[in-house]
């Protein structure tokens, strides 16, 4: 059974940091895409980053590109998000989610998600 | 405002059909295939629908999805109470980035 299991969540000061961790387990973690995507409170999914595989590939959302790092570390199946610089509109559960496909390809989806873990950033 | 356009909300009766846009633009929609996300309340979102119209293993063919040129659409027939929720369409953009609908909340009367 594949499973996601997000955690380093918490409440953070702006200009803050905080890394998230994402545990994957139930499927080989080395040949999918993997994917952080956040929702703010009441709000719709926005995307935020994306690995490939072997992490030769890299790409982020402009609202946090140059703040958030995404990584990944096939030997121990997870998934990291540092993020720094928090701003109070960074304040969202965050999903990793696993994906099917790559940019450049017809086909890029995310087949499954955690659970999110719940970012809030506020003084 | 979000890079795909859905409506922000649909409703209909127990029983019935409802249909869900989702509309985009030749760089997003018209040249990529579109996934369907299901966020029921208070849980993480779930795979409904994918390559426009394939359904995962274990989703009920109540559930169909299509495309024609750039916009998709989301269909439910036989609404049941146990299906209202948020709904998402989903491609990826020519300036490499993952996007997303707003979202639809469906209200089964």
């Known amino acids: 059974e594949v499973q996601l299991v997000e955690s380093g969540g918490g409440l953070v000061k702006p200009g803050g940091s905080l890394r998230l961790s994402c545990a994957a387990s139930?499927?080989?973690?080395?040949?999918?895409?993997m994917n952080w995507v956040r929702q703010a409170p009441g709000k719709g999914l926005e995307w935020v980053s994306s690995?490939?595989?072997?992490?030769?590939?890299?790409y982020y959302a402009d609202s946090v590109k140059g703040r958030f790092t995404i990584s990944r570390d096939n030997a121990k199946n997870s998934l990291y998000l540092q993020m720094n610089s928090l701003r109070a509109e960074d304040t969202a559960v965050y999903y990793c989610?696993?994906?099917?496909?790559?940019?450049?390809?017809?086909?890029?989806?995310?087949?499954?998600w955690g659970q999110g873990t719940l970012v809030t950033v506020s003084s | 405002q979000s890079v795909l356009t859905q409506p922000p909300s649909v409703s209909a009766a127990p029983g019935q059909k409802v249909t869900i846009s989702c509309s985009g633009s030749s760089s997003n929609i018209g040249n990529n295939y579109v996934s369907w996300y299901q966020q029921l309340p208070g849980t993480a979102p779930k795979l409904l629908i994918y390559?426009?119209?394939k359904r995962p293993s274990g989703i009920p063919d109540r559930f169909s999805g299509s495309k024609s040129g750039t916009s998709a659409t989301l269909g439910i027939t036989g609404l049941q109470t146990g299906d209202e929720a948020d709904y998402y369409c989903?491609?990826?953009?020519?300036?490499?980035?993952?996007?997303f609908g707003g979202g639809t909340k469906l209200t089964v009367l």
């Open positions: 989903g491609t990826w953009d020519s300036s490499l980035r993952k996007v």
């Open positions: 390559d426009n119209n």
């Open positions: 139930g499927f080989t973690f080395s040949s999918y895409s």
């Open positions: 989610a696993r994906g099917i496909g790559w940019f450049g390809e017809l086909s890029y989806y995310f087949d499954y």
């Open positions: 690995i490939s595989s072997s992490s030769s590939y890299i």
